[in-house]
């Protein structure tokens, strides 16, 4: 009582865009601490970016992808830091590791297929079937259908 509201919570004034233009942007925490966005230019191009927390001036890696306007669905895997890439409309799902030496977002492979998305689904890890190998398991969203994507670790 007597304080001002402002005094305990300050409210910052600044407003950061983590990308330069006006479509949707999406964020994920890494387990690192830092944060990882996808975003869109100023002229449409999709781009993704690594955020130091405490430094907001420059991304720690920026690299921009492709000119379609679907908006970039993030999913982290934190146990093996891959982030997982997929777009609205999109037929294909990109993925890439994210590491603490330079360039540290490295870019691993895509996974295609003849039907866009209209969404994606990520399972737990608990429902992972690891005598496979399996790291990862999407679930597509197709018009009349859900269709089970997974990923695994090739072995010989």
Known sequence: PGLA??????VCQERL???EGMRPMRAVFTREGQIF???????SQRELC????????????????????????PFYDPDSSIVYLCGKGDSS????EITEEAPYVHY????????????MGFMPKRGLDVSKCEIAR???LHERKCEP????????
């Open 93 to 96: 799902i990109r993925y890439f």
């Open 17 to 19: 865009a983590a990308h």
């Open 138 to 140: 999407f679930y597509k």
């Open 108 to 119: 691993l492979s895509t996974y295609s297929s003849k039907e866009p998305q209209r969404g």
């Open 37 to 43: 966005t996808t975003g869109f230019t100023r002229m």
């Open 149 to 156: 994507i997974v990923m695994t670790v090739p072995r010989k």
């Open 50 to 73: 690594l955020w130091d927390p405490k430094n907001f001036e420059e991304p720690i890696a920026l690299q921009e992808m492709d000119t379609s306007n679907g908006v970039l669905l």
């Open 5 to 10: 509201r402002n005094a305990l919570f300050p």
